[in-house]
Nanobody, 122 residues
Framework: QVQLVESGGGWVQPGGSLKLACAASGLTFNKYAMSWHRQAPGKERTVVAQITMSGNMTRYAGSVKGRFTISRDNAKNMVFLQMNSLNIDDTAVYYC???????????????WGEGTLVTVSP
């Protein structure tokens, strides 16, 4: 059974930092591209950051580029999101996602965590 469990959310003041973590189990982790998504109240879920299976390439939404950093540790089956210079617009539930790599037997598989809430306010 595949599980993605996010942690690290909480309350932070504007300008502060948080580091989210996602622990994956039940899957061949290094065969999955990983990403972080977020959903603010009343808005659609959007992608925040993506990282390839090996971790050699990353991509960010324009709104977080230069402030957020995605990374992964394939030995520990974990993916991280370092968030710096947080602002009120970053308030959302943050979700971890795993997608089977296109050149792997897991292509087409797609898993989500339950999410962790990040609240940025004075």
């Amino acid at each position: 059974q595949v599980q993605l469990v996010e942690s690290g959310g909480g309350w932070v003041q504007p300008g502060g930092s948080l580091k989210l973590a996602c622990a994956a189990s039940g899957l061949t982790f290094n065969k999955y591209a990983m990403s972080w998504h977020r959903q603010a109240p009343g808005k659609e879920r959007t992608v925040v950051a993506q990282i390839t299976m090996s971790g050699n390439m990353t991509r960010y939404a324009g709104s977080v580029k230069g402030r957020f950093t995605i990374s992964r540790d394939n030995a520990k089956n974990m993916v991280f999101l370092q968030m710096n210079s947080l602002n009120i617009d970053d308030t959302a539930v943050y979700y971890c996602n795993a997608k089977g790599g296109s050149d792997t037997p897991y292509y087409g598989l797609d898993y989500w965590g339950e999410g962790t809430l990040v609240t940025v306010s004075p």
